[in-house]
């Protein structure tokens, strides 16, 4: 069964740094980009960033780029996305999802993690 | 880039048919059939339930069917039913950025 399963729920403050991470089981990790997106409290989906960890090649979303930094770890099967400094427009639910194979789709959805920045 | 248009919400009784739109441009919708719709129920992940403007994963129910005309792409859902109450995205491939979602159509079910 593939499943994406990722980390807790974090509250940090305006400033401070944070990676959170998103496990891939039950397929070959390496074989599927891994996707990141946004979702702020109340809004929509947003395209953030995409990882193929078979040789961590990166795309960035425009208005993510610079903003965020994807990657993974492929000895353990896990993605990663990482602030340096957090705002507090940072607050939202983010997703991982895997691509489908040969398209795409996002198949598999993480649960997702929930950030909060707040002073 | 820009978000794809849908209208923010929709409606119809059980047994009804409905659809929901999802305009772009010829740079994302219009140039690949690569348009795929996601049911997001409220607290939880989205969920694929067409891929590539018309396929269907293997569990989603066939109530559930996808098209495009254009610059447009569009959800059906025949038979509704109160379960199929959630968020409707849609998403489309667009080239070099590569993927650009639509803002969100809230389907209710009366």
């Known amino acids: 069964e593939v499943q994406l399963v990722q980390s807790g729920a974090e509250v940090k403050k305006p400033g401070e740094s944070l990676k959170i991470s998103c496990k891939g089981s039950?397929?070959?990790?390496?074989?599927?980009?891994i996707g990141w997106v946004r979702q702020m409290p109340g809004k929509g989906l947003e395209w953030m960033g995409i990882i193929y960890p078979g040789d961590s090649d990166t795309r960035y979303s425009p208005s993510f780029q610079g903003q965020v930094t994807i990657s993974a770890d492929k000895s353990i099967s896990t993605a990663y996305l990482q602030w340096s400094s957090l705002k507090a427009s940072d607050t939202a639910m983010y997703y991982c999802a895997r691509r489908g194979y040969e398209g795409y789709e996002l198949d598999y959805w993480g649960q997702g993690t929930l950030v909060t920045v707040s002073s | 880039q820009s978000a794809l248009t849908q209208p923010a919400s929709v409606s119809g009784s059980p047994g009804q048919s409905i659809t929901i739109s999802c305009t772009g441009t010829?740079?994302?919708?219009?140039?690949?059939?690569?348009v795929s719709w996601y049911q997001q129920h409220p607290g939880k992940a989205p969920k694929l339930m067409i891929y590539e403007g018309s396929k269907r994963p293997s569990g989603v129910s066939n109530r559930f069917s996808g098209s495009k005309s254009g610059n447009t792409a569009s959800l059906t859902i025949s038979g509704l039913q109160a379960e199929d109450e959630a968020d409707y995205y849609c998403?489309?491939?667009?080239?070099?950025?590569?993927?650009?979602f639509g803002g969100g159509t809230k389907l209710t079910v009366l």
């Open positions: 998403c489309s491939y667009a080239g070099s950025s590569p993927w650009v």
């Open positions: 010829s740079s994302d919708v219009g140039s690949y059939n690569l």
């Open positions: 039950g397929y070959s990790f390496t074989s599927y980009w």
